[in-house]
């Protein structure tokens, strides 16, 4: 009985640290032909937020930011992104993923070289 308890408790304030998904900030990062709108994404520390990744050109855009996404808390679905530290999208494609971000200043780019060097690169800010 007593280790049926223990359990239970362990099983109770594992749940306890587990973010509200559902109830997380949604914040739209547009891929764009040459540009990440916003440039600048600034988050705040320790609180859940949902992602929302458009790309809204004509060509597959990626956004890359290894050092973000391997310090950030990934929801269980996401986890693939925060092991590649980057994420890529069909045209017109969408993906949400929802996270905990880490304080820390982070640089955003496009795994492409050539969009790179075009201007689609910005930054992730988390105070």
């Known amino acids: ?4 308890i223990i359990l239970s408790a362990l099983l109770l304030a594992a749940a306890q640290h587990e973010p509200e998904w559902r109830a997380a900030a949604e914040r739209d990062v547009l891929l764009r032909p040459w540009a ?5 994404i600034r988050l705040e520390a320790g609180r859940p937020v949902k ?4 790309n809204q050109g ?4 990626s956004f890359s930011a290894p050092r973000f996404f391997r310090t950030a808390r990934l ?3 996401d986890a693939d992104v925060g092991r590649r530290g980057w994420l890529r999208l ?9 996270l905990v ?3 820390g200043r ?3 780019r496009s795994a492409n070289v050539v969009q790179r060097l075009l201007g689609m690169q910005g930054e992730i800010i988390v105070n």
Request: overall charge positive; proline content about 14%; aromatic content about 8%.
């Open 1 to 4: 009985m007593r280790p049926l």
């Open 101 to 103: 971000p880490a304080p």
């Open 75 to 77: 929801r269980g679905r």
């Open 36 to 40: 990440y709108e916003p440039r600048t």
């Open 90 to 98: 069909r045209p017109g494609e969408r993906r949400t993923i929802a």
């Open 106 to 108: 982070y640089a955003a």
């Open 58 to 61: 004509q060509a597959t855009h």
């Open 51 to 54: 992602l929302r990744f458009v």
